[in-house]
């Protein structure tokens, strides 16, 4: 029975161990304009801005990258940058409209601590709506008429690697938990059981 307990104790003191090294170790990030939504002429020229917060207490790299409908057609021009703690940044892009029709393109913003340990991602969508080139855009300059959401984004509301580690790891140790305290409970009884019927006789 006292093995059990200790045992227990032992499992309880290091799932706490573990928590907080995760909770401490977990870099996280923040980006403004999480969501662009565009209206353009095919061939404009659109130059936009996103907001890069570094939320954490120790320094960052951060590493802009694109992928989508537009990726070989979006020139990021702040790629690569260091944040300091509570330090922001306006990264700036210039997206080439090539296509015309709906287009759906991300730019992917990497954090990573300078130290090199695992760092987390976030993205921001770009959504254009471009008329051909003698549409129904055609008078409007590049930036005119464009709609922008403001919306944030930031790794501690989303489902990212890191806060995913942290649920993983409490589910895991609730229910390491509550198997150690059904054998324990189950040891009592035995025991008890075994007593009653010793002295039955």
Avoid: C, H, Y
């Amino acid at each position: 029975m006292l093995n059990r307990k200790s045992a227990l104790l032992g499992v309880f003191i290091l799932s706490f161990i573990i928590i907080s090294v995760s909770f401490t170790s977990a870099i996280t990030g923040s980006i403004g304009n999480a969501r662009m939504i565009l209206n353009a002429q095919q061939g404009d020229v659109i130059e936009k801005t996103i907001l890069v917060i570094n939320v954490n207490d120790v320094a960052v790299d951060v590493g802009l990258s694109t992928s989508g409908d537009l990726a070989d057609s979006i020139e990021i021009l702040d790629k690569n940058f260091t944040l300091q703690p509570k330090e922001e940044k306006k990264a700036r892009i210039e997206i080439t409209v090539a296509k015309s029709g709906t287009t759906e393109t991300s730019v992917n913003v990497q954090f990573t601590p300078v130290d090199g340990k695992n760092g987390v991602g976030l993205s921001s969508k770009i959504i254009v709506n471009a008329e051909g080139t003698a549409g129904f855009w055609s008078f409007l300059k590049k930036d005119s008429g464009n709609t922008n959401s403001t919306d944030f984004s930031d790794s501690t509301g989303n489902s990212k690697s890191s806060n995913l580690f942290i649920i993983v790891a409490l589910v895991v140790v609730f229910v390491v938990l509550l198997v150690a305290l059904f054998f324990v409970v189950s040891g009592f009884r035995k025991n008890k059981f075994k007593k009653g019927i010793g002295r039955s006789f």
